[in-house]
């Protein structure tokens, strides 16, 4: 490793300890905030589908409608999917090849289908 690799490891670290002793020592009280905390996991999941549907419209050619487009699609897109948190799929035993039942949250099978369509869309 180069003393330049090292480095920026160690700051990296270092930074992130530094804000995760200021985030328990402060509370920040912000709603937006709460809100992303709460829909972190959809919101992660999801940034992509937007961008890449977003990429197939002339909307691409101007980067800051885009953007806004964007944000504000997945944070629609991830409300929407907290609907689902106890919704529960069964998969079909033909499916799993198993005799046994097989259930599969239904928020994970969007997931999963989401991702497949936006690997579509990007091979294309």
Aim: glycine share 0%; hydrophobic share 50%.
């Amino acid at each position: 490793w180069e003393e330049r690799t090292v480095f920026y490891c160690l700051t990296t670290v270092i930074f992130a300890v530094i804000m995760l002793l200021i985030t328990m020592k402060f509370s920040p009280r912000n709603a937006f905030l709460k809100y992303c905390g709460m829909h972190l996991n959809s919101l992660f999941l999801m940034h992509r589908l937007p961008m890449s549907v977003l990429n197939l419209t002339p909307i691409k050619y101007n980067h800051y409608i885009h953007f806004a487009l964007s944000v504000l699609l997945t944070f629609i897109i991830a409300s929407s999917l907290s609907l689902l948190d106890d919704v529960v799929y069964l998969v079909p035993s033909r499916v799993n090849n198993s005799s046994k039942e097989l259930y599969v949250p239904a928020k994970f099978a969007v997931f999963v289908a989401i991702e497949l369509f936006t690997k579509s869309l990007s091979a294309s």
